[in-house]
């Protein structure tokens, strides 16, 4: 399935356009974690341990959306947006959601 950011595939017409889908990954840091990531804000540098958790919930998110737009027949996903936040008590998950419109090309 081809997923782009772009609203048209140069070269592949869209034949039929089937709805908007979203993936939607919540998921936690552990304590440890924050723990690192403190350390690494206190003393500079990138937190790698966030960064796959980050890469992670990502990767879910998009295949969740893929999932649900192959469901409906179609083989591409156009103008996909991917959001992140931070919520629950201090902040200690990451959401990242994801969307666009299910095409057939």
Known sequence: MLLTTTSVIEGQPV???LGVVTGETIIGANVFKDFLAGMRDFFGG?????????????????REMEERARNIGANAIVGIDIDYETIGEGNSMIMVSCSGTAVRI
């Not at 990138?46 to 998009?62: I, M, N, W």
């Open 15 to 17: 034949r039929e356009y």
């Open 46 to 62: 990138r937190s790698g341990s966030y960064e796959k958790v980050l890469r992670e919930a990502k990767d879910t998110s998009l």
